[in-house]
Protein backbone atom coordinates (compact mmCIF):
# COMPACT_ATOMS: atom_id res chain seq x y z
CA UNK A 1 0.00 0.00 0.00
CA UNK A 2 3.11 2.25 0.39
CA UNK A 3 2.87 5.15 -2.16
CA UNK A 4 5.35 3.77 -4.83
CA UNK A 5 4.28 5.67 -8.07
CA UNK A 6 6.85 8.34 -9.26
CA UNK A 7 6.56 11.96 -8.35
CA UNK A 8 4.13 13.65 -10.61
CA UNK A 9 4.83 17.26 -10.33
CA UNK A 10 1.09 19.14 -10.81
CA UNK A 11 0.68 22.87 -11.34
CA UNK A 12 -2.41 24.89 -10.84
CA UNK A 13 -2.54 28.44 -12.31
CA UNK A 14 -4.89 31.28 -12.80
CA UNK A 15 -7.97 29.97 -13.92
CA UNK A 16 -11.74 31.73 -13.40
CA UNK A 17 -13.59 32.28 -10.74
CA UNK A 18 -14.64 28.89 -8.88
CA UNK A 19 -18.85 28.80 -9.06
CA UNK A 20 -20.66 25.56 -8.60
CA UNK A 21 -21.51 22.83 -5.91
CA UNK A 22 -19.73 20.23 -5.14
CA UNK A 23 -19.33 17.14 -2.03
CA UNK A 24 -16.23 16.12 -0.56
CA UNK A 25 -14.94 12.79 0.03
CA UNK A 26 -16.23 11.23 3.50
CA UNK A 27 -14.58 11.91 6.43
CA UNK A 28 -11.02 10.40 6.42
CA UNK A 29 -11.15 9.97 10.71
CA UNK A 30 -14.87 8.29 10.78
CA UNK A 31 -13.45 6.52 7.60
CA UNK A 32 -10.62 4.32 9.16
CA UNK A 33 -12.86 4.04 12.65
CA UNK A 34 -15.54 2.16 10.56
CA UNK A 35 -13.46 -0.49 9.04
CA UNK A 36 -11.62 -1.00 12.50
CA UNK A 37 -14.75 -0.99 14.81
CA UNK A 38 -16.85 -2.93 12.09
CA UNK A 39 -13.91 -5.60 12.08
CA UNK A 40 -14.45 -5.55 15.62
CA UNK A 41 -18.00 -6.32 16.31
CA UNK A 42 -19.30 -9.47 15.71
CA UNK A 43 -22.38 -9.22 12.23
CA UNK A 44 -22.12 -7.23 9.76
CA UNK A 45 -21.58 -3.23 9.52
CA UNK A 46 -22.56 -1.23 6.28
CA UNK A 47 -20.73 2.17 5.36
CA UNK A 48 -21.65 4.12 3.04
CA UNK A 49 -19.91 7.17 1.61
CA UNK A 50 -16.24 5.85 2.91
CA UNK A 51 -13.09 7.63 1.97
CA UNK A 52 -11.84 5.28 -0.51
CA UNK A 53 -8.53 6.60 0.08
CA UNK A 54 -5.02 4.98 0.12
CA UNK A 55 -4.89 6.14 4.10
CA UNK A 56 -8.04 4.60 4.72
CA UNK A 57 -7.93 1.50 1.98
CA UNK A 58 -4.81 0.25 4.15
CA UNK A 59 -7.12 0.28 7.23
CA UNK A 60 -9.44 -1.83 5.22
CA UNK A 61 -6.37 -4.54 4.53
CA UNK A 62 -5.20 -4.85 7.75
CA UNK A 63 -8.75 -5.51 9.15
CA UNK A 64 -8.80 -8.11 6.69
CA UNK A 65 -5.76 -9.39 7.31
CA UNK A 66 -6.87 -10.07 11.31
CA UNK A 67 -9.73 -11.74 9.83
CA UNK A 68 -12.63 -9.15 8.47
CA UNK A 69 -14.49 -9.50 5.25
CA UNK A 70 -14.63 -6.48 3.65
CA UNK A 71 -16.54 -5.91 0.31
CA UNK A 72 -17.04 -2.94 -1.72
CA UNK A 73 -20.13 -2.94 -3.47
CA UNK A 74 -21.38 -1.90 -6.98
CA UNK A 75 -23.07 1.33 -5.44
CA UNK A 76 -19.93 2.53 -3.98
CA UNK A 77 -20.77 1.33 -0.38
CA UNK A 78 -19.37 -1.53 1.91
CA UNK A 79 -19.92 -4.12 4.23
CA UNK A 80 -17.75 -5.17 6.88
CA UNK A 81 -18.40 -8.62 8.59
CA UNK A 82 -16.71 -8.11 11.51
CA UNK A 83 -14.18 -11.30 13.22
CA UNK A 84 -15.05 -9.84 16.60
CA UNK A 85 -13.42 -8.16 19.88
CA UNK A 86 -10.50 -10.65 21.28
CA UNK A 87 -10.87 -13.06 17.98
CA UNK A 88 -8.40 -11.45 16.10
CA UNK A 89 -6.18 -13.84 13.97
CA UNK A 90 -2.78 -13.61 14.02
CA UNK A 91 -1.57 -11.59 9.83
CA UNK A 92 0.43 -13.78 7.70
CA UNK A 93 2.75 -11.09 5.78
CA UNK A 94 3.63 -7.09 7.33
CA UNK A 95 1.06 -4.77 7.69
CA UNK A 96 2.13 -1.95 5.73
CA UNK A 97 0.40 1.42 6.53
CA UNK A 98 1.98 3.97 3.83
CA UNK A 99 1.43 7.30 4.79
CA UNK A 100 -1.38 6.60 7.18
CA UNK A 101 -0.82 7.82 11.21
CA UNK A 102 -4.09 7.15 12.03
CA UNK A 103 -4.14 4.33 10.27
CA UNK A 104 -1.15 2.70 12.00
CA UNK A 105 -1.42 4.07 15.54
CA UNK A 106 -4.94 2.68 15.88
CA UNK A 107 -4.08 -0.70 14.94
CA UNK A 108 -1.21 -0.65 17.53
CA UNK A 109 -3.52 0.30 19.88
CA UNK A 110 -6.24 -2.53 19.02
CA UNK A 111 -3.72 -5.05 18.14
CA UNK A 112 -1.73 -4.54 21.37
CA UNK A 113 -4.16 -6.03 23.72
CA UNK A 114 -5.17 -8.86 21.32
CA UNK A 115 -2.42 -11.95 21.83
CA UNK A 116 -1.23 -11.91 18.42
CA UNK A 117 2.49 -10.89 17.14
CA UNK A 118 2.60 -8.18 13.91
CA UNK A 119 5.27 -6.30 11.72
CA UNK A 120 3.75 -2.74 11.05
CA UNK A 121 5.84 -1.06 8.51
CA UNK A 122 4.81 2.39 6.09
CA UNK A 123 6.33 4.80 3.80
CA UNK A 124 9.59 6.90 3.95
CA UNK A 125 7.16 9.89 6.16
CA UNK A 126 5.11 7.58 8.10
CA UNK A 127 8.82 5.81 9.18
CA UNK A 128 9.81 9.07 10.38
CA UNK A 129 7.23 9.96 12.82
CA UNK A 130 7.36 9.19 16.64
CA UNK A 131 5.38 5.72 17.38
CA UNK A 132 6.39 6.05 20.82
CA UNK A 133 3.60 8.24 21.56
CA UNK A 134 1.48 5.53 21.27
CA UNK A 135 3.90 2.41 22.06
CA UNK A 136 4.84 3.62 25.58
CA UNK A 137 1.21 3.11 27.01
CA UNK A 138 0.47 -0.04 25.44
CA UNK A 139 4.43 -0.91 26.92
CA UNK A 140 2.41 -0.28 30.47
CA UNK A 141 -0.61 -2.30 29.40
CA UNK A 142 1.45 -5.45 28.66
CA UNK A 143 2.01 -5.21 24.58
CA UNK A 144 5.81 -6.37 23.66
CA UNK A 145 7.31 -4.06 21.40
CA UNK A 146 10.49 -3.83 18.77
CA UNK A 147 10.59 -1.07 17.06
CA UNK A 148 13.81 0.75 15.07
CA UNK A 149 15.42 3.67 17.58
CA UNK A 150 13.65 6.28 18.35
CA UNK A 151 10.79 4.32 18.48
CA UNK A 152 10.01 4.25 14.32
CA UNK A 153 8.72 2.16 11.71
CA UNK A 154 9.07 -0.52 10.96
CA UNK A 155 8.08 -1.93 14.52
CA UNK A 156 6.72 -5.19 15.59
CA UNK A 157 4.38 -6.45 18.38
CA UNK A 158 3.22 -9.02 20.60
CA UNK A 159 0.39 -8.04 22.09
CA UNK A 160 -0.43 -8.68 26.02
CA UNK A 161 -2.08 -12.16 26.74
CA UNK A 162 -4.21 -10.02 29.03
CA UNK A 163 -4.01 -6.38 28.98
CA UNK A 164 -3.49 -4.27 32.00
CA UNK A 165 -6.29 -1.09 31.90
CA UNK A 166 -4.59 1.55 32.77
CA UNK A 167 -5.41 5.53 33.50
CA UNK A 168 -3.62 7.72 31.10
CA UNK A 169 -3.17 11.14 30.95
CA UNK A 170 -2.32 12.28 27.40
CA UNK A 171 0.77 13.83 27.20
CA UNK A 172 0.06 15.93 23.86
CA UNK A 173 -2.86 16.91 22.17
CA UNK A 174 -4.01 13.94 20.00
CA UNK A 175 -6.88 11.97 18.95
CA UNK A 176 -4.68 9.19 17.88
CA UNK A 177 -2.75 8.93 21.22
CA UNK A 178 -6.36 9.08 23.10
CA UNK A 179 -8.01 6.37 20.60
CA UNK A 180 -4.80 3.75 20.70
CA UNK A 181 -4.93 3.61 24.42
CA UNK A 182 -8.59 3.66 24.13
CA UNK A 183 -8.80 1.19 21.83
CA UNK A 184 -6.47 -1.52 23.38
CA UNK A 185 -8.57 -0.97 26.49
CA UNK A 186 -11.21 -2.53 24.32
CA UNK A 187 -9.94 -5.86 25.19
CA UNK A 188 -8.51 -5.36 28.53
CA UNK A 189 -10.63 -7.03 31.59
CA UNK A 190 -11.79 -3.62 33.43
CA UNK A 191 -11.94 -0.27 33.40
CA UNK A 192 -9.47 1.98 31.18
CA UNK A 193 -9.74 5.67 31.57
CA UNK A 194 -7.92 8.23 29.74
CA UNK A 195 -7.46 11.44 30.82
CA UNK A 196 -7.43 14.16 28.46
CA UNK A 197 -6.08 18.38 29.41
CA UNK A 198 -7.19 19.27 25.87
CA UNK A 199 -9.91 18.06 23.97
CA UNK A 200 -9.27 16.49 20.56
CA UNK A 201 -11.31 14.71 18.15
CA UNK A 202 -14.39 12.81 19.99
CA UNK A 203 -14.95 10.09 16.76
CA UNK A 204 -13.58 7.06 19.06
CA UNK A 205 -15.67 8.20 21.86
CA UNK A 206 -18.86 8.89 19.61
CA UNK A 207 -18.50 5.78 17.79
CA UNK A 208 -17.98 2.96 20.21
CA UNK A 209 -21.08 4.53 22.10
CA UNK A 210 -22.88 3.65 18.62
CA UNK A 211 -21.40 0.31 18.58
CA UNK A 212 -22.61 -0.27 21.96
CA UNK A 213 -19.47 -0.34 24.30
CA UNK A 214 -19.73 0.90 27.97
CA UNK A 215 -18.00 4.76 27.08
CA UNK A 216 -18.59 7.78 29.34
CA UNK A 217 -16.89 11.25 29.49
CA UNK A 218 -16.89 13.42 32.08
CA UNK A 219 -15.27 16.87 33.35
CA UNK A 220 -13.07 16.82 36.26
CA UNK A 221 -12.11 19.24 39.09
CA UNK A 222 -9.24 20.81 36.63
CA UNK A 223 -11.74 20.76 33.63
CA UNK A 224 -10.01 18.05 31.32
CA UNK A 225 -11.75 15.42 29.65
CA UNK A 226 -12.08 12.32 31.73
CA UNK A 227 -12.98 8.91 29.46
CA UNK A 228 -13.67 5.68 31.31
CA UNK A 229 -14.44 2.47 29.00
CA UNK A 230 -15.42 -0.54 30.53
CA UNK A 231 -13.37 -3.42 28.72
CA UNK A 232 -14.83 -6.60 26.84
CA UNK A 233 -17.73 -5.59 25.43
CA UNK A 234 -19.71 -7.02 22.79
CA UNK A 235 -19.91 -4.99 20.13
CA UNK A 236 -22.43 -4.34 17.77
CA UNK A 237 -22.55 -3.85 13.72
CA UNK A 238 -23.57 -0.18 12.59
CA UNK A 239 -25.40 1.19 9.78
CA UNK A 240 -22.70 4.26 9.10
CA UNK A 241 -23.12 7.23 6.71
CA UNK A 242 -19.68 9.24 6.48
CA UNK A 243 -20.08 13.01 6.46
CA UNK A 244 -18.12 15.68 4.32
CA UNK A 245 -14.50 15.73 5.26
CA UNK A 246 -13.70 19.17 6.65
CA UNK A 247 -10.09 19.18 6.59
CA UNK A 248 -10.60 18.45 2.75
CA UNK A 249 -13.70 21.00 2.67
CA UNK A 250 -11.02 23.45 3.54
CA UNK A 251 -9.30 23.31 0.38
CA UNK A 252 -12.36 24.53 -1.99
CA UNK A 253 -13.10 26.75 0.76
CA UNK A 254 -9.74 28.83 0.80
CA UNK A 255 -9.71 28.74 -2.61
CA UNK A 256 -13.12 30.46 -3.10
CA UNK A 257 -12.37 32.70 -0.42
CA UNK A 258 -9.16 33.81 -2.14
CA UNK A 259 -10.01 34.13 -5.87
CA UNK A 260 -12.50 37.06 -6.45
CA UNK A 261 -15.65 36.39 -8.22
CA UNK A 262 -15.95 32.88 -6.61
CA UNK A 263 -19.38 31.62 -5.29
CA UNK A 264 -19.44 27.95 -4.35
CA UNK A 265 -21.35 25.56 -1.94
CA UNK A 266 -20.07 22.75 -0.61
CA UNK A 267 -22.36 20.28 0.57
CA UNK A 268 -23.05 17.89 3.72
CA UNK A 269 -19.69 18.70 5.43
CA UNK A 270 -18.98 17.25 9.04
CA UNK A 271 -19.70 19.83 11.41
CA UNK A 272 -18.40 18.19 14.73
CA UNK A 273 -17.11 21.21 16.85
CA UNK A 274 -13.86 19.06 17.11
CA UNK A 275 -13.35 19.82 13.34
CA UNK A 276 -15.24 23.24 13.11
CA UNK A 277 -11.82 25.71 13.87
CA UNK A 278 -10.56 26.62 10.75
CA UNK A 279 -14.28 27.99 9.64
CA UNK A 280 -14.38 30.04 13.13
CA UNK A 281 -11.03 31.33 11.99
CA UNK A 282 -11.88 32.21 8.40
CA UNK A 283 -15.16 33.99 9.79
CA UNK A 284 -13.35 35.93 11.91
CA UNK A 285 -10.68 37.38 9.18
CA UNK A 286 -13.90 38.41 7.47
CA UNK A 287 -14.27 35.07 5.16
CA UNK A 288 -17.69 35.23 3.88
CA UNK A 289 -19.15 31.92 4.79
CA UNK A 290 -22.97 30.84 5.67
CA UNK A 291 -23.32 27.78 7.35
CA UNK A 292 -27.03 26.48 5.87
CA UNK A 293 -29.37 23.23 6.08
CA UNK A 294 -27.58 22.15 9.46
CA UNK A 295 -29.05 18.77 10.30
CA UNK A 296 -27.67 15.80 12.23
CA UNK A 297 -27.09 12.59 10.92
CA UNK A 298 -25.36 9.70 12.83
CA UNK A 299 -25.31 11.21 15.80
CA UNK A 300 -23.26 13.91 14.32
CA UNK A 301 -23.66 17.12 12.94
CA UNK A 302 -23.19 18.29 8.82
CA UNK A 303 -24.29 21.16 6.83
CA UNK A 304 -23.68 22.86 3.61
CA UNK A 305 -21.41 26.11 3.10
CA UNK A 306 -21.68 28.69 0.91
CA UNK A 307 -18.54 30.82 0.41
CA UNK A 308 -18.17 33.59 -1.41
CA UNK A 309 -15.10 35.32 -2.46
CA UNK A 310 -13.90 37.81 0.55
CA UNK A 311 -11.54 40.10 1.52
CA UNK A 312 -9.94 38.52 4.49
CA UNK A 313 -7.83 40.51 7.30
CA UNK A 314 -4.52 39.16 9.36
CA UNK A 315 -5.83 38.40 13.04
CA UNK A 316 -4.07 36.49 16.09
CA UNK A 317 -5.22 32.32 15.91
CA UNK A 318 -6.03 31.29 19.43
CA UNK A 319 -2.98 28.56 19.83
CA UNK A 320 -6.31 26.34 21.96
CA UNK A 321 -8.10 26.47 18.97
CA UNK A 322 -5.01 24.47 17.28
CA UNK A 323 -6.75 20.85 17.77
CA UNK A 324 -9.89 21.82 16.40
CA UNK A 325 -7.80 22.41 13.04
CA UNK A 326 -4.96 20.88 13.30
CA UNK A 327 -4.71 19.69 9.61
CA UNK A 328 -6.15 23.11 7.94
CA UNK A 329 -2.91 24.88 9.11
CA UNK A 330 -1.20 24.60 5.75
CA UNK A 331 -4.34 25.93 3.92
CA UNK A 332 -5.12 28.32 6.22
CA UNK A 333 -1.58 29.82 5.62
CA UNK A 334 -2.25 30.25 1.50
CA UNK A 335 -6.01 32.26 3.32
CA UNK A 336 -3.43 33.94 5.28
CA UNK A 337 -1.11 34.94 2.41
CA UNK A 338 -4.36 36.99 0.80
CA UNK A 339 -5.47 38.97 3.90
CA UNK A 340 -4.33 42.12 4.65
CA UNK A 341 -1.81 42.38 7.56
CA UNK A 342 -0.33 39.86 9.23
CA UNK A 343 -1.64 36.45 10.29
CA UNK A 344 -0.12 34.99 13.44
CA UNK A 345 -0.93 30.96 14.06
CA UNK A 346 0.65 29.99 17.96
CA UNK A 347 0.42 26.50 19.21
CA UNK A 348 1.73 24.67 16.57
CA UNK A 349 4.19 22.28 17.88
CA UNK A 350 2.18 19.20 16.70
CA UNK A 351 2.59 20.19 12.93
CA UNK A 352 6.18 19.33 12.77
CA UNK A 353 4.99 15.41 13.84
CA UNK A 354 2.61 15.38 10.93
CA UNK A 355 2.97 13.72 7.28
CA UNK A 356 6.00 16.20 6.71
CA UNK A 357 7.69 18.95 9.17
CA UNK A 358 4.39 20.64 8.15
CA UNK A 359 5.64 24.23 9.93
CA UNK A 360 9.02 23.95 7.85
CA UNK A 361 7.16 22.81 4.52
CA UNK A 362 4.68 25.98 4.65
CA UNK A 363 7.34 28.27 5.28
CA UNK A 364 9.37 27.24 2.66
CA UNK A 365 6.82 26.86 0.47
CA UNK A 366 5.16 30.63 0.85
CA UNK A 367 8.54 32.05 0.53
CA UNK A 368 9.57 30.44 -2.73
CA UNK A 369 6.27 32.19 -4.03
CA UNK A 370 7.24 35.26 -2.62
CA UNK A 371 5.22 35.52 0.13
CA UNK A 372 6.43 36.77 3.53
CA UNK A 373 6.43 34.22 6.82
CA UNK A 374 8.35 33.89 10.23
CA UNK A 375 8.62 30.51 11.64
CA UNK A 376 9.40 29.70 14.82
CA UNK A 377 9.85 26.33 16.60
CA UNK A 378 5.84 26.41 17.59
CA UNK A 379 4.63 29.50 15.50
CA UNK A 380 3.97 30.76 11.90
CA UNK A 381 3.22 34.95 10.56
CA UNK A 382 2.24 34.91 7.49
CA UNK A 383 2.30 38.41 6.07
CA UNK A 384 -0.36 38.87 3.31
CA UNK A 385 -0.73 41.20 0.02
CA UNK A 386 2.77 40.43 -1.23
CA UNK A 387 3.14 42.52 -4.76
CA UNK A 388 3.25 39.23 -7.30
CA UNK A 389 2.20 35.57 -5.78
CA UNK A 390 3.40 32.42 -7.63
CA UNK A 391 6.11 30.95 -10.00
CA UNK A 392 8.29 28.66 -7.12
CA UNK A 393 8.06 25.13 -6.76
CA UNK A 394 7.04 23.37 -3.63
CA UNK A 395 8.60 20.24 -1.82
CA UNK A 396 6.02 17.78 -0.85
CA UNK A 397 8.09 15.63 1.36
CA UNK A 398 4.82 13.02 1.07
CA UNK A 399 2.83 15.59 2.42
CA UNK A 400 -0.54 15.44 0.86
CA UNK A 401 -1.92 18.63 2.81
CA UNK A 402 0.85 20.29 1.42
CA UNK A 403 0.38 19.41 -2.19
CA UNK A 404 -2.80 20.71 -1.97
CA UNK A 405 -2.79 23.66 -0.03
CA UNK A 406 0.03 25.12 -2.23
CA UNK A 407 -2.33 23.90 -5.12
CA UNK A 408 -4.99 26.44 -3.90
CA UNK A 409 -2.41 28.59 -3.49
CA UNK A 410 -1.54 28.31 -7.42
CA UNK A 411 -5.28 28.88 -8.37
CA UNK A 412 -5.17 32.46 -7.05
CA UNK A 413 -1.35 32.94 -7.75
CA UNK A 414 -0.15 35.61 -10.77
CA UNK A 415 2.34 32.96 -12.16
CA UNK A 416 0.96 29.79 -10.84
CA UNK A 417 2.34 27.22 -8.44
CA UNK A 418 4.19 23.83 -9.28
CA UNK A 419 4.46 21.06 -6.56
CA UNK A 420 7.38 18.29 -7.02
CA UNK A 421 4.42 15.34 -6.37
CA UNK A 422 0.81 15.71 -6.57
CA UNK A 423 0.28 11.85 -6.87
CA UNK A 424 0.50 12.44 -2.76
CA UNK A 425 -2.81 13.38 -3.21
CA UNK A 426 -4.05 10.14 -3.41
CA UNK A 427 -3.72 9.29 0.50
CA UNK A 428 -6.71 11.69 1.65
CA UNK A 429 -8.61 13.30 -1.18
CA UNK A 430 -8.19 11.33 -5.11
CA UNK A 431 -10.71 13.26 -6.33
CA UNK A 432 -9.32 16.84 -5.53
CA UNK A 433 -8.23 18.00 -8.99
CA UNK A 434 -11.22 16.62 -10.42
CA UNK A 435 -13.68 18.29 -8.00
CA UNK A 436 -11.55 21.59 -8.42
CA UNK A 437 -11.39 21.16 -12.43
CA UNK A 438 -15.48 21.04 -12.04
CA UNK A 439 -15.51 24.59 -10.22
CA UNK A 440 -13.32 26.33 -12.84
CA UNK A 441 -9.73 25.32 -11.17
CA UNK A 442 -6.59 24.91 -13.83
CA UNK A 443 -4.15 22.19 -13.45
CA UNK A 444 -1.09 20.65 -15.41
CA UNK A 445 0.73 17.65 -15.34
CA UNK A 446 4.43 19.11 -15.50
CA UNK A 447 6.36 21.95 -14.40
CA UNK A 448 6.94 22.93 -18.18
CA UNK A 449 3.61 23.08 -18.99
CA UNK A 450 3.05 25.82 -16.51
CA UNK A 451 1.08 29.00 -17.48
C1 LIG B 1 -6.58 12.08 13.56
C2 LIG B 1 -5.94 12.81 14.54
C3 LIG B 1 -4.99 13.89 14.24
C4 LIG B 1 -5.03 14.34 12.79
C5 LIG B 1 -5.11 13.17 11.84
C6 LIG B 1 -6.36 12.35 12.13
C7 LIG B 1 -7.53 11.01 13.95
O1 LIG B 1 -3.68 13.43 14.53
O2 LIG B 1 -3.91 15.14 12.49
O3 LIG B 1 -5.14 13.60 10.51
O4 LIG B 1 -8.30 10.54 13.10
O5 LIG B 1 -7.54 10.64 15.14
P1 LIG B 1 -3.02 13.58 15.99
O6 LIG B 1 -3.72 12.69 16.91
O7 LIG B 1 -1.58 13.18 15.80
O8 LIG B 1 -3.15 15.04 16.34
Known amino acids: MSHNTAPTPLTASKGSPLTGTIRVPGDKSISHRSMMFGALAVGRTTVKGLLESED ?86 GTNVIARDGDRLPASIRGAETALPITYRVPMPSAQVKSAVLLAGLNAPGE ?91 IEMGGDIEIVNRRE ?22 ADRAPSMIDEYPVLAIAAAFASGDTFMPGLDELRVKESDRLAAVARGLEANGIACVETEDTLTVTGGAASIGGG ?43 FETLGAKFSETASEAA
Open 56 to 141: VLATADAMRAVGATIERHADGSYTVDGVGLGSLLEPEGVIDFGNAGTGVRLTMGIFGSHNIAATFVGDASLSKRPMGRVLDPLREM
Open 192 to 282: TTVIEPIPTRDHTEKMLKGFGAEISVTLNENGERVIKLTGQPELKPQDIDVPGDPSSAGFPLVAALIIPGSDITIENVLLNEHRTGLITTL
Open 297 to 318: TGGEEVGDLRVKASQLKGITVP
Open 393 to 435: TVTTHLDHRIAMAFLVLGMASDTGVTVDDGAVIATSFPTFTSL
